[in-house]
């Protein structure tokens, strides 16, 4: 059985990020494991000393009860007919990820792009981007708002470079796969010759990669790439964006903050990160 892991910081954006993978799991008959780490809150002296605000006991217990009334609601909400597991951790959020992750090889994280406290500092700015690195694993980033409504076309950020090195070939294949749905290859340039000869080459590799997908090839002529890809996805009606993210910097595009403080990418449509072929 598949495992979604769903860390939570009980913050409203986290709980419909669980949302999001409670109605994905029912679909493809997976279990969740949701997951809420937590740090020591701390003060310092005058000797630069940390010094804990309560005692450690009494915190665990606060975010144990509070995980337990979490996990009573999704066995509820789905009416019994999804396995939820809870872990409570002390400790760093990306670490215990590691760690959950080598010993349940999850289906994916799934995560909300902003939160509360910790998770806040993990999914804006950064910080998400080091985690999501860090991590072999898919994590797929659910924006504030965005409802499961099943994964019918997915669309695959592409510089077609690299190809056979580079692309996670085997992830989007189970992707494609356990939702049955179209793949769609978007490449952003700004140059009106941007299909070149070498394009129909570097189409032919990734055809052979992703087999069974039968992707079709969009170009999409934009000098901004964030841009270019939102208005392709949302003109047509992209339910998934995978991007890698140690390939380029859209990953940083996608997520920069302007001087609102508001996303740059505005788009409902999740995005799944996933690491390059090892």
């Known amino acids: 059985m598949k495992t979604i892991i769903v860390p939570t910081d009980f913050s409203p954006v986290a709980i419909n990020a669980m949302h999001y993978a409670l109605n994905m799991a029912q679909v493809i008959h997976a279990r ?3 997951l809420h ?9 005058n000797s630069d000393i940390p010094l804990p605000l309560m005692d ?3 915190l665990e217990k606060i975010n144990r009860e509070r995980l337990q009334e979490l996990k009573e609601l999704v066995e509820r909400t789905s009416s019994g007919n999804v396995t939820i597991d809870a872990e409570v951790k ?3 959020l990306a670490d215990e990820l590691e760690t959950i992750c080598a010993a349940t090889q999850p289906f994916a994280i799934v995560m909300g792009t902003k939160g509360s406290g910790f998770v806040e500092r993990l999914l804006v700015g950064s ?3 080091s985690v999501i690195r860090r991590l072999t694993w898919p994590v797929l980033v659910v924006p504030p708002g965005a409802i499961f409504k099943g994964i019918h076309k997915i669309g695959f950020a592409c510089d077609f470079k690299k190809l056979v090195e580079t692309t996670p070939a085997a992830y989007i294949k189970e992707w494609v796969k356990t939702f ?3 793949m769609s290859v978007l490449n952003v340039d700004d140059k009106k010759n941007a299909a070149t000869g070498n394009t129909e080459e570097q189409s032919a590799l990734l055809d052979d990669l992703l087999g069974e997908t039968h992707p079709q090839y969009f170009f999409i002529d934009n000098p901004d790439v964030v841009n270019g890809i939102n208005a392709f996805a949302e003109n047509n009606n992209l339910d998934l964006l995978i991007v890698i993210p140690r390939k380029h910097r859209l990953l940083e595009s996608l997520f920069q903050k302007s001087h609102t403080k508001e996303l740059a990418f505005h788009s409902h449509i999740p995005i799944l990160a996933v ?4």
């Open 32 to 34: 969740i494991m949701l």
């Open 37 to 45: 780490v937590y740090q020591m809150p701390v003060s310092y002296n």
């Open 56 to 58: 450690i006991g009494e």
């Open 90 to 92: 002390l400790g760093d």
């Open 127 to 129: 910080a998400t981007l």
């Open 180 to 182: 049955d749905a179209t």
């Open 275 to 278: 690491h390059e072929e090892e």
